[in-house]
């Protein structure tokens, strides 16, 4: 993965120097608390419900086992002993002091880590594909590139007050693990007829209130001027991107105004003096950094399991191994996915304990690195086959190995009423009672893959709109609802869920799952038929009538 | 008025919208003033060619900085109008005015103009800063020159000082 140099290091000192003088004028009386806000926020820091929080960057979601094993310390030493990975594969800690804020940025530093630009109005974290450099589909490695969008968005000088925040994705495989449809940009890596590389950009996708896929701007771009071509269409949207209202000033309100050829005339209209004038970069960096991202080394086929029917005839391993494990484009490797779902622990959530462990495997069996996921959970990319039973040893005890990857309790969910100042509603309790109803793991695995995605107020953070089922708490008269809908998708097929039908009380969004699920396997055409085609093909009146007649 | 021009705080005249072309200074009667004219008016005499009476102009940060383009040989003041800190659209300006359009004159950020962002503003392109209250000399220097390295090296940092 990548290793700062010494530029690096300086730059990521000399930001946490900054911020650490900020919080003295600040207690000093000598920034107003306005200002404060907005310097606190581009390096992650909220005030929420009950205090401060503080959303750490985990670059395209990639950790060393050094980098997790700090994040641990930090979560013992200055939280409650725990974490909370998010959809966009940060992590973040909801009780930090203000006096220690500048404590942890100088603990990130020290191992190459920092909180820039995780919140307020400019360029995010730049997601990407969790699987990216271990999985087979891959096109070409996304995150050199997601590497170098990083060093370029960090504290950009024009794009630092834009109408409103401003995320990117990537993805360079086939299948798209990275959301990019449902980005402000979206970057896929592909290859044209004559074999040669290029992105399709796409943009003004989103979720929030007014959920849109986004539209292509342009179905290849060559790489060189990838970041002259960002440039362009952040100036254009830095210059007439909405101010004037909050909820129409993303960039998909933007294009969507406009219709996308004209956006696009205008940001080809700006590149073409542009590319000329904005930063860009050599091959050789390029080269450079991917030299940062190699492969991982061949294991011989002689490395394999040394008796597997000892191993498979554990039908406890078995199922895991089937729902928490993929292949590897080396055959004798797997890729372990960790889930951070489980009975005892919100969503997403982990303690230091978990985090050391985690590190301590990925060390061991994993080229020491960890990735997390869009989904919140983490990655052991590189697992030897032979070791998969240790692995899954040790994560048991820890309460990290339910098999539930992909099934209906790895649910997606925002941290809602708890811990957000603007939820209506409490979606961690949601995801317990649906978690209760459902725990038969034997159940979820005969339902197949199937997400559930929840957001506690229209901002969308659980991306309810493309689960295949979309859960939204709402307020009514002082109580909480929630609003389901089905058939969403974050992934090619992207689609936006449709809505079911009228709002949910909050004690009947367990029961209500379970008509939709019964409706889905009743209809589906067998096994093999997804949720979000089974909806496709019936739409949602089958399942309305399920749901509505019992409730009724 | 304080006013940081090339890495120097001066207390000096303050720019303000000339508006109508009437004299309507915004501060104390006794301070030196510039009046500037807007973009519109600006454009408005310079169509009528024998009217161009000033080389500084005002611009809003919904106006459209390359019709400035023709212009920018002569002119001597462009302020670059910051209604709150957190409205981004003058750092485009900057950037367009300096770069694209080489811009030699005074770019002046003025408005809701704060210490903690002119290093920003000023790897955009402006190169003066009107405040409100005299900034604390020593903290400009330590923001301005914080930072010995950047990710945008067409956003040049101050030279050491
Ligand atoms: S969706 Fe709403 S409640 Fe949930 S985290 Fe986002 S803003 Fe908060």
């Known amino acids: 993965m990548y290793q700062y140099n010494e530029f690096d290091k300086q730059f990521v000192q000399s930001r946490v120097d900054e911020f650490s003088e900020q919080v003295q004028r600040y207690n000093a009386g000598q920034l107003d608390e306005d200002e404060f806000k907005q310097l606190r926020l581009r390096n992650g820091l909220y005030y929420q419900r009950h205090a401060y929080m503080l959303r750490v960057a985990i670059p395209y979601g990639l950790l060393s086992s050094t980098q997790l094993r700090q994040l641990a310390s930090i979560a013992s030493d200055y939280d409650k002993g ?30 190459e880590m920092h909180a820039i630009q995780t919140s307020g109005n400019c360029i995010r974290n730049t997601t990407t594909d969790p699987l990216a450099g271990a999985i087979g589909d891959e096109i070409e490695d996304p995150r050199p590139w997601c590497e170098l969008i990083r060093q370029w968005s960090t504290l950009h000088p024009e794009f630092n007050w834009l109408p409103r925040k401003f995320k990117i994705a990537v993805t360079g495989a086939l299948s798209d693990r990275a959301a990019v449809q449902v980005h402000d940009i979206g970057l896929r890596l592909h290859k044209n007829a004559d074999n040669v590389l290029g992105f399709e950009v ?52 933007l294009v969507n105004a406009l219709g996308i050829d004209n956006f696009r005339e205008k940001v080809e209209q700006e590149w073409q003096l542009s590319q000329h004038e904005d930063d860009t970069f050599t091959q050789d960096y390029i080269e450079e950094l991917k030299a940062q991202f190699p492969a991982p080394p061949k294991l011989s086929n002689s490395n394999t399991i040394d008796s597997p029917d000892q191993i498979f005839s554990n039908p406890l391993f078995n199922q895991w191994y ?44 994993s080229l020491g690195e960890i990735r997390s996921t869009h989904e919140q959970n983490l990655v052991l990319a590189h697992v030897p086959t032979v070791h998969l039973f240790d692995v899954w040893n040790a994560l048991k005890p820890l309460n990290l190995a339910t098999p539930n990857i992909g099934k209906l309790t790895d649910m997606i969910v925002c941290p809602g009423l708890d811990f957000c100042s603007l939820a209506n509603a409490g979606t961690i309790a949601i995801y317990d009672q649906i978690y209760a109803r459902f725990d038969s793991i034997d159940y979820q695995h005969s339902l197949g893959d199937l997400s559930i995605k929840i957001s506690g ?41 449709k809505r079911l039908g009228k709002a949910i009380p909050k004690a009947e969004v367990a029961d209500a799952i379970e008509r939709i699920l019964e409706t889905y396997v009743e209809q589906r055409n067998n096994d093999e038929e997804t949720f979000q085609q089974v909806v496709k093909r019936t739409g949602v009146q089958p399942f309305k009538e399920k749901v509505y007649a019992i409730a009724a | 008025m304080p006013l940081l021009r090339n890495g120097i705080l001066e207390q000096t005249s303050h720019a303000y919208l000339l508006e109508n072309d009437m004299a309507k200074p915004k501060t104390d009667s006794t301070a ?130």
């Open chain 1, 82 to 111: 725990y974490g909370h990975f998010t959809t966009r594969q940060n992590i973040q800690y909801n009780w930090p002091k203000l006096d220690d804020v500048p404590k942890i940025l100088q603990q990130l530093a020290d191992v």
């Open chain 1, 202 to 253: 796409l943009v003004g996708g989103g979720l929030g209130r007014t959920p849109y896929i986004g539209s292509v701007i342009n179905p290849f771009l060559a790489p060189e001027h990838l970041l002259t071509y960002l440039a362009a269409i952040l100036r254009v949207y830095n210059q007439e991107g909405r101010r004037d209202n909050l909820y129409k000033a993303r960039i998909k309100i």
């Open chain 1, 322 to 365: 089937k729902s928490n494990t993929k292949p590897h484009k080396d055959s004798a490797r797997r890729i372990v996915l960790v889930s951070l779902k489980n009975n005892e622990q919100a969503a997403g959530d982990a303690t230091s304990e978990q985090m050391r462990a985690i590190a301590d495997l990925a060390e061991q069996y």
């Open chain 1, 457 to 497: 107020c229209m901002n969308a953070c659980g991306h309810h709109h493309v689960g295949d089922i979309g859960i939204l708490g709402v307020e009514k008269s002082g109580e909480e609802w929630y609003q389901l809908t089905l058939g969403g998708h974050a992934g090619n097929e992207a689609a936006l869920g």
């Open chain 2, 32 to 161: 030196k003033v510039e009046a500037v004219v807007s973009l519109d008016r600006f454009l408005e005499m310079a169509a009528d060619d024998s009217a161009v009476t000033t080389q500084q102009v005002w611009l809003e940060p919904e106006h459209d900085v390359a019709l400035l383009a023709p212009y920018v040989k002569n002119l001597e003041l462009i302020c670059v109008h910051f209604p709150s800190f957190t409205d981004g659209r003058g750092y485009s300006h900057a950037r367009l005015l300096s770069k694209r359009y080489s811009y030699t004159g005074e770019l002046r950020a003025v408005g809701d103009i704060r210490v903690d962002h002119i290093l920003f503003m000023l790897r955009s392109g402006l190169n003066a800063f009107q405040f409100e209250a005299t900034p604390n000399e020593a903290l400009l220097q330590t923001l301005l020159h914080r930072y010995n390295h950047n990710y945008q090296p067409t956003y040049k940092l101050p030279q050491a000082s």
